[in-house]
């Protein structure tokens, strides 16, 4: 068996979950939902604390996460670290919707999690997680004696990114616009948050919110959110300051906060 490098990291550190190589041994091309997750502070809270009990913890988290992924009708392709990566299959035609509540209970899990580790007295941490949708391209690679599934594809670029954007919005759960409109109709707590530039891609990435209700009083302010969001894209920066505020002071909302800081701030990159 092996497992997936994603275009980085060593094949040293990836655990296995599928023989890919031997179904296809020339690789394939599919089309699929991705999830990717990581713990924002990982590195610097491990430190922290001695290698056995680091092994103990980050065990427990990936046997819940992928438990949780699994459990949805994803398959587990790669771990490094903390890290997680997911994939939905076409054979699935809920594939997106699938990897949407996988996420939303992975958050969830985390955070049960996380009272299990309170006696350990570190930080509290965030999950973060990215989901695209789009065509890949899975196939076996060998390095010497040694192999391992690669997934590669802008969907995994897209995926990464995502994954990434959560620590500048305070989000925990970002989607593209492809997997956005697969659930959109299906999911009530959906937002767009922002539009960025990604590195080898001509034309803006429409970022959406995935929200979890429970982090807020209730939801009736997600209009009020809107237009402040067109009031920004509009650059009326004084008065979508002001739905901002509210927002930031009322709901404890994050990405109320960060657009609070644009509107007094220089103007920024990623297509406004």
């Not at 997106?96 to 309170?118: G, I, T, V």
């Not at 948050?193 to 001509?202: A, K, Y």
């Not at 067109?230 to 509210?246: G, I, M, W």
Request: charged share 25%; aromatic share 8%.
């Amino acid at each position: 068996m092996s497992g997936s490098t994603l275009g980085k990291g060593n094949a040293a550190d990836v655990t296995p979950t599928r023989n890919f190589a031997a179904e296809n041994p020339e690789g394939r091309r599919l089309d699929c939902t991705l999830l990717l997750s990581s713990v924002r502070g990982f590195s610097a809270w491990s430190e922290k604390l001695s290698p056995a009990i680091l092994v103990q913890l980050l065990n427990s988290y990936l046997d819940r996460m992928a438990a949780v992924a699994m459990h949805s009708a994803g398959r587990m392709d790669r771990y490094l670290s903390e890290s997680i990566v997911a994939i939905f299959e076409t054979s699935h035609p809920d594939r997106a919707l699938h990897a949407c509540n996988a996420a939303m209970e992975m958050a969830r899990e985390f955070r049960r999690l996380q009272a299990d580790w309170s006696e350990f007295r570190v930080a509290p941490l965030a999950i973060d997680i990215g989901i695209t949708s789009g065509p890949v391209v899975i196939g076996d690679i060998e390095v010497g004696n040694r192999g391992a599934t690669n997934v590669f594809g802008e969907a995994v670029n897209r995926a990464r990114h995502m994954e990434g954007l959560n620590r500048e919005y305070g989000t925990h759960i970002l989607l593209d616009e492809a997997t956005y409109h697969l659930v959109e109709e299906t999911l009530p707590h959906l937002r767009e948050i922002d539009h960025t530039q990604i590195r080898n891609r001509p034309e803006p990435l429409r970022v959406y919110d995935l929200m979890l209700a429970e982090d807020y009083p209730h939801m009736d302010w997600l209009g009020e959110f809107r237009r402040g969001y067109e009031l920004f894209r509009a650059d009326l920066r004084p008065q979508a300051r002001t739905v901002f505020k509210t927002l930031a002071e009322q709901v404890q909302d994050p990405v109320s906060r960060y657009y609070l800081d644009r509107c007094v701030g220089p103007r920024r990159r990623r297509g406004d």
